[in-house]
């Protein structure tokens, strides 16, 4: 069986590299991007299995990207994983109903930084059916 490719976006490298270390341990073969211009092209070259974004980067921001992905019938049907550190950052804490009311669409599961590791590894086997 084929392993299973996770894109992974995030221009913060630090975050970038603690993800990526807990889903290769699951087997996974990350493909990294480190802003949300490069994450759409990486998601149409690649048509991974999940894709998982931070929301705020250069370029194009997680929930552009995320809009954008969803409209282009090439990743529409990829799950995604949002990950964002806003509340930290600002006090505002979203949810997952609140950026589908944001948004129109819901991502299949929002994560707060920081990362529980326990929970992103829970989150990516529920979504790539493992």
Same mark, same amino acid.
């Given at each position: 069986?084929?392993?299973?490719?996770?894109?992974?976006?995030?221009?913060?490298?630090?975050?970038?590299?603690?993800?990526?270390?807990?889903?290769?341990?699951?087997?996974?073969?990350?493909?990294?991007?480190?802003?949300?211009?490069?994450?759409?092209?990486?998601?149409?070259?690649?048509?991974?299995?999940?894709?998982?974004?931070?929301?705020?980067?250069?370029?194009?921001?997680?929930?552009?990207?995320?809009?954008?992905?969803?409209?282009?019938?090439?990743?529409?049907?990829?799950?995604?994983?949002?990950?964002?550190? /806003?509340? !930290?950052?600002?006090?505002?804490?979203?949810? %997952? *109903? @609140?950026?589908?009311? $944001? =948004? &129109?669409?819901?991502?299949?599961?929002? /994560?707060? !930084?920081?990362?529980?590791?326990?929970?992103? %590894? *829970? @989150?990516?086997?529920? $979504? =790539? &059916?493992?």
């Amino acid at each position: 069986m084929a392993r299973k490719v996770i894109l992974v976006v995030d221009d913060d490298q630090d975050a970038l590299e603690f993800v990526t270390a807990i889903l290769e341990e699951e087997g996974t073969e990350i493909v990294p991007a480190r802003d949300g211009e490069a994450g759409l092209k990486a998601a149409r070259a690649w048509r991974p299995d999940l894709i998982i974004l931070d929301v705020q980067m250069p370029k194009k921001d997680g929930f552009t990207l995320f809009s954008e992905l969803r409209q282009d019938d090439a990743t529409k049907g990829i799950p995604v994983i949002m990950l964002t550190g /806003i509340g !930290k950052r600002t006090g505002v804490r979203f949810t %997952r *109903s @609140a950026v589908g009311d $944001l =948004l &129109g669409e819901e991502p299949d599961a929002y /994560i707060e !930084k920081p990362v529980d590791p326990d929970a992103l %590894r *829970s @989150a990516a086997r529920r $979504l =790539l &059916g493992g």
